[in-house]
């Protein structure tokens, strides 16, 4: 956790005294985290320039449980309490947001869409650790990131951000405010350019982020409105091949996927429209509309063919907050959605390898649909504060989800021209139009006791979901034409401590889930969703002031996902068995030194365990340890700062993986690599 506790006030708490904690908007108002029954943690500004933010991943590695295993140039696998989710619809397992707004529409979600959204200006990311499924509906399953864009200043001042690193990497930033009143209305523009030539041979990217927003006021009403658009061009690399083929430094550098690219763009426009209305209750309203594309090679695949997919969706999201009595919160709202997406895949030159591979894969369209997606999903959450030391927090969503899949092929197994294939037909199977519905109920329950002035108790049984994906219902291989998938549902329990001063803060949470209806691929190719799973953990977070310029911070996790089912692959039960790239332990510890305001450095310490590369849990990676150090300097409006990543130039895989076709595969860790930066402020 990057953000433990802030003090910018105290209230009154029966007749002691309470230190407020930090403010979040996760649970669709503002509140104090010492008021919620969740495990939430930020990262602050402040954290997140220190990270410098040149990919998610490293802004997020101080929250605990979270452990993105970062792919080549802005990509990335999610794993947030969870393994690293991999496959065609594991991204729905978490839910990504900007301002509260999920960045891509429910059905879908792409694996790396945190690249879509503007965390380099962000004010801070906001993270739900468990289910948040009552605020969030589906895909808020193993929990929420929620990236909340900057407020523009009062009056007028800008920024000015420039950075330089390793392997020609360039970063501009510039950030400008204007008043329009002195009432507090203004506009604010951000643009951000990066270019990197990746330390991997022809892995490089570029990459722009541009926004604009208004923040003002329509009468009573406090009106935010902002448009965002983000573009990526990125050369991709593949994995390097051969048993611990990351610690042969000539190999590790190399690109076996030269061809490979991904374009994606996308862009939003939303507004956050608070109402103020009798006797203090509020109405805030969020509509918005979004837009997202994307071309990529599938190196992966055999044929290596090209898919294309994006999405159009407008929607709205509502929250109606009351007070009644000082006693009890009352927080409800309707959330609506209409979607339309597409995916074309098309594979451009005959299929390498074997006959059956030629005779089965055959060039030209093979998947080419379009789906039309609508969602209502009217929730509830009601705040009893039982006694000055017990409240009790109760929830509750309905969420009805529609799909019309419109297949712009023929249907079964031939090639776009309607030939059969050898071998049996064809690998790609397209289901005939249809439509799917899925209904998914999901309550919560917690309590909140406070110990005394500074320790918290608090408990929470909470039930998360998601609903198929795209992808999953009509993407088919082989004989299946069509699927029946049922929403992937996990029940979790967490208990958890708080500690709250101003040099000494702590969380401890241990938490336990069981996941159901787990989606998987079997070793046929066919889309099945009887897998089950669980998983249990513990999760500690300290900030201790050790002097009054010393700060020791730590993160430090313990979990075990296993499998809980009775697949096979290969002859063998997985049953018991680990959940292969989910480390027991992993963690950040972070010393950090500010002898003046002026100045500061901070020694971070990156720790991941060792994990299984394959679900027999035959292979492993042995895990690795970073180190990196941190330095700012700040002068007036001017601030210098210096990242020095790997200090021992440490060999080690970013993400191991295991295929029965080449044995062991890895995403090489980037060697020792220097950042400089300058941001000036007017």
Not at 407 to 429: Q, V, Y
Not at 530 to 548: F, I, K, N, P, Q
Not at 607 to 615: A, I, L, R
Request: aromatic share 12%; glycine share 10%.
């Amino acid at each position: 956790m990057s953000v433990w506790l802030c003090f910018p006030s105290d209230f009154s708490y029966g007749n002691e005294t309470k230190i407020e904690t930090l403010v979040v908007t996760a649970g669709r108002y503002d509140q104090g985290i010492a008021e919620r029954v969740e495990s939430i943690s930020v990262v602050d500004n402040d954290v997140l320039k220190k990270a410098g933010n040149t990919h998610i991943q490293q802004s997020l590695a101080s929250v605990p449980g979270a452990n993105l295993a970062r792919g080549n140039g802005q990509e990335y696998l999610p794993a947030l309490r969870s393994p690293v989710l991999t496959g065609a619809g594991a991204c729905g397992g978490l839910l990504t947001a900007e301002d509260g707004i999920p960045l891509r529409a429910n059905g879908f979600c792409n694996i790396n869409e945190l690249f879509e959204s503007f965390s380099e200006t962000a004010s801070r990311i906001e993270v739900i650790r468990g289910p948040a499924g009552t605020f969030y509906g589906s895909n808020a399953m193993h929990g929420l990131i929620n990236v909340v864009s900057r407020d523009p200043v009062w009056g007028e001042g800008g920024s000015l951000n420039m950075e330089v690193g390793p392997h020609d990497y360039y970063r501009m930033g510039v950030s400008i405010d204007h008043p329009l009143s002195s009432e507090g209305d203004g506009i604010g523009t951000d643009l951000y350019l990066t270019t990197d030539g990746g330390y991997r041979s022809q892995s490089g990217l570029d990459q722009q982020k541009a926004s604009l927003q208004y923040f003002g006021h329509i009468g009573d009403s406090r009106v935010r409105t902002r448009l965002v658009a983000t573009n990526l061009n990125q050369e991709t690399a593949g994995y390097v091949e051969g048993e611990v083929a990351y610690r042969d430094h000539r190999l590790s550098r190399t690109n076996p996927n030269p061809e490979a690219f991904r374009d994606a763009y996308a862009l939003r426009l939303y507004s956050l429209i608070d109402i103020p209305m009798h006797q203090g209750s509020k109405l805030h309203l969020a509509p918005y509309f979004r837009k997202t594309g994307m071309r990529f090679l599938q190196h992966y695949l055999p044929g290596q063919p090209v898919e294309e997919n994006g999405q159009k969706s407008i929607g709205v999201r509502s929250s109606y907050y009351l007070n009644l009595s000082g006693r009890f919160n009352l927080v409800t709202g309707v959330d609506t959605e209409l979607s339309e997406g597409y995916l074309l895949e098309e594979q451009e030159s005959a299929t390498k390898g074997s006959e059956f591979l030629q005779a089965t894969i055959p060039v030209g369209k093979h998947y080419n649909y379009e789906v039309t997606a609508w969602n209502i999903a009217p929730y509830v959450s009601v705040t009893w504060q039982i006694s000055d030391k017990l409240g009790l927090t109760g929830g509750v969503r309905f969420e009805s989800a529609r799909y019309d899949y419109d297949n712009k092929m023929l249907a079964g197994r031939t090639d776009e021209n309607g030939l059969a294939c050898d071998f049996g037909g064809c690998r790609f199977s397209r289901p005939a139009d249809r439509k799917d519905s899925f209904n998914n109920v999901s309550p919560k329950l917690g309590a909140l006791f406070q110990l005394d002035n500074e320790f918290q108790l608090f408990t929470q049984v909470a039930q998360g979901y998601r609903v198929p994906q795209a992808t999953e219902l009509y993407r088919l291989q082989r004989e299946q034409t069509v699927v029946e998938l049922d929403p992937e549902e996990i029940n979790s329990f967490e208990i958890g401590l708080r500690k709250a001063s101003e040099s000494f803060s702590l969380e401890w949470v241990v938490y336990a889930m069981e996941k159901q209806n787990v989606i998987f691929r079997d070793v046929d190719y066919f889309n099945h969703s009887d897998g089950e799973t669980r998983h249990w953990g513990l999760e500690l977070a300290v900030d201790y002031e050790l002097s009054e310029s010393l700060r020791l911070k730590v993160v430090s996790n313990y979990a075990q996902h296993r499998y809980d089912d009775q697949r096979e692959i290969q002859g063998i039960e997985l049953d018991g068995n680990y959940v292969d790239s989910a480390p027991k332990t992993f963690g950040s510890y972070r010393l950090v030194w500010s002898p003046e305001s002026f100045v500061s450095a901070e020694f971070e310490w990156l720790h991941q365990g060792s994990y299984f590369t394959d679900p027999e849990n035959a292979h492993r990676y042995a895990g690795h340890d970073l180190f990196n150090l941190h330095f700012a300097w700040q002068w007036e409006q001017y601030e210098l700062s210096a990242r020095l990543l790997n200090i021992t130039d440490k060999a080690y895989a970013e993400r191991a993986d295991f295929s029965s076709f080449s044995g062991g595969r890895y995403f090489p860790g980037e060697p020792r690599s220097f950042y400089l930066g300058i941001n000036v402020e007017w």
